[in-house]
């Protein structure tokens, strides 16, 4: 099942803090969570910029939107509790909240009043109904950075596929510098070393000491490596007694190859298109910054 939106997490959670003493805000995660029944790996699911993740994000904005609304309190930082508004809504019977119920109550009206003028929140929630979400401005702001990092991606490989072979395997260099292997740029540069023999493209060091190296193929193709491309590789870094190996290529691999990796004992990285480019931007490689959005929290040791 998908994470619930933070509108199905309203009455949860005011029934949860309704059944006993005040919660910190980490044990009300997991005690909803528990009487939700989320997997592990959907209470573990990141927002697209992975900052958080998606269930703690919308639980966050539930309890905000119960405490706009006056149902809902925070006497500490940290710490969650029903208000006795909250524990009268609670006894009327009601078994779900949505916005629309929300705005009986004037504070919650004036939030959402001040709201609109910062956030089209009809729109965004249009946009998320159609997706079978209840969209958080949090959620609208992740989606328009992941629509924006796709699009990149795409960009970026079409623009990889159109250049040289030897530009591809220089960018391969490049990308494993921004990850931190290598050394220096000098130092790289000196220990790259294209070759035709044995299906190696580059020698890279694994750290600024040289103890060990990277051995590196890049493949500049369109249809879709398969196991005996890897298997070549792997012979390779045998004939190299070398233990790790990086095969980049801008299409995808085979199950057959992905799984042929897995069994040997030397260590093979497998990089498909689509990975190589999002590793491109979160490395800054080819890619430059041209907006920067911060976004904001309350600073409570700076209140207390």
């Known amino acids: 099942m998908p994470v619930p939106g933070y509108q199905e997490l309203m009455f949860?959670?005011?029934?949860l803090l309704s059944e006993g003493e005040p919660l910190k805000a980490r044990h009300a995660h997991d005690d909803l969570a528990v009487r939700l029944k989320l997997t592990e790996d959907e209470r573990t699911q990141l927002?697209?910029?992975?900052?958080?993740?998606?269930?703690?994000?919308?639980?966050?904005?539930?309890?905000?939107?119960?405490?706009?609304?006056?149902?809902?309190?925070?006497p500490k930082r940290g710490i969650w509790q029903i208000t006795e508004r909250g524990v009268q809504l609670v006894a009327s019977g009601v078994t779900s909240i949505s916005k629309t119920d929300l705005q009986q109550f004037n504070e919650?009206?004036?939030?959402?009043?001040?709201?609109?003028?910062?956030?089209?929140?009809?729109?965004?929630?249009?946009?998320?109904?159609?997706?079978?979400?209840?969209?958080t401005p949090t959620d609208a702001m992740e989606l328009a950075y992941q629509r924006i990092r796709?699009?990149?991606?795409?960009?970026?490989?079409?623009?990889?596929?159109?250049?040289?072979?030897?530009?591809?395997?220089?960018?391969?260099?490049?990308?494993?510098?921004?990850?931190?292997?290598?050394?220096?740029?000098?130092e790289a540069g000196k220990a790259t070393q294209l070759s035709a023999d044995g299906g190696i493209d580059g020698v890279i060091r694994e750290d600024r000491l040289g103890l060990?190296?990277?051995?590196l193929q890049a493949k500049r193709w369109e249809n879709t490596v398969g196991r005996p491309d890897v298997?070549?590789?792997?012979?390779?870094?045998?004939?190299?007694?070398?233990?790790?190996?990086?095969?980049?290529?801008?299409?995808?691999?085979?199950?057959?190859a992905r799984k042929?990796?897995?069994?040997?004992?030397?260590?093979i990285v497998l990089i498909n298109g689509i990975e190589l480019a999002h590793l491109m931007i979160d490395h800054d490689v080819g890619v430059a910054t041209k907006q920067r959005y911060d976004v904001k929290v309350i600073d409570g040791d700076y209140f207390e």
Not at 154 to 183: C, H, R, S, W
Not at 249 to 256: A, L
């Open 12 to 15: 949860p959670l005011l029934k």
């Open 47 to 74: 927002l697209p910029s992975g900052g958080q993740s998606l269930f703690e994000n919308r639980v966050g904005w539930a309890k905000t939107y119960l405490k706009k609304a006056g149902l809902v309190d925070s």
């Open 212 to 215: 060990d190296t990277i051995y």
């Open 150 to 186: 796709d699009e990149l991606a795409a960009d970026l490989l079409a623009l990889i596929k159109t250049n040289t072979p030897a530009f591809f395997e220089q960018l391969v260099v490049d990308l494993m510098i921004n990850l931190g292997y290598g050394g220096s740029r000098s």
């Open 231 to 256: 298997q070549k590789f792997a012979g390779a870094l045998q004939g190299e007694r070398a233990r790790k190996g990086v095969m980049i290529t801008t299409s995808g691999f085979s199950d057959q």
């Open 108 to 135: 919650f009206r004036a939030f959402t009043g001040q709201a609109t003028t910062l956030i089209d929140d009809d729109d965004a929630e249009g946009v998320a109904e159609a997706a079978g979400l209840a969209q």
């Open 260 to 267: 042929y990796v897995d069994r040997l004992e030397s260590k």
